[in-house]
């Protein structure tokens, strides 16, 4: 039977790269008496194919290659039969690359979390530092957090001891990637009791209402006078 192939696979696989060089892709129809023509698909997007690169053989070539080409289903079909087909989905590989916010203020005694977005390929193992020293986790103090791409500290109630340097550290078999985070605890900012707060409005319009009142005595008796 009529059968295809992409870089002499017949069936579907998945095709390790780095990041950068090109890759190439090459269909090939096998066991036909007549010219076939191919179609390229990117995901759901079909590739637009030069006339003379569809018909029995076609290449196509991703450069340079990015990371959001990885995890990319690239399919080849028969053009007349939609159903023989083979893809290849790229695993591209990746060093760790880390991003998030540099410095946090946050007040005495409220809650601060440091979140350091990570992206990498393979999946990396991650750590936490204090001023260049291992953090000691305390429980119901620190908590930790972590998705494939999302690496946060959370540290409840932060004290003055508190203030540093964390850094964030990510290695894979590719590398590593380091970032730091500039934690700054403030002063306490005085808090006004609400019911003091009250009571002085309170005292103010009152006053402010006599006052109201006096001149307007005051003001009868003036044109009962003339």
Known sequence: GLELSVNNHAADFTL??????????????????????????????????????????????????????????????????????????????????????????????KDATLTCRSKSNPQAQTAWYKDNHNLTLQQGRHELYQTSEVFQLSIRKVQKSDNGTYTCVVKSPLGEGTKDFHLIVEDKKPVFPKEAVIAAVVVVTVTVLFGIVARKDKFFKVQKAL
Do not use: M
């Open 16 to 109: 390790s790269t780095v990041l950068g060089p090109p890759v190439s892709l090459s269909c090939l129809v096998h066991n036909s008496s007549e010219a076939e023509e191919l179609l390229w698909y990117r995901g759901d997007g079909r590739v637009g194919l030069k006339d003379g690169n569809k018909v029995n053989i076609s290449y196509i070539c991703i450069s340079p290659v990015h990371e959001s080409d990885n995890g990319v289903t690239f399919t080849c079909k028969l053009a007349r039969d939609k159903s023989v087909q083979v893809s290849v989905v790229l695993d591209v590989q990746f060093p760790p690359r880390l991003s998030g916010e540099e410095t946090l203020h946050v007040e005495e005694g």
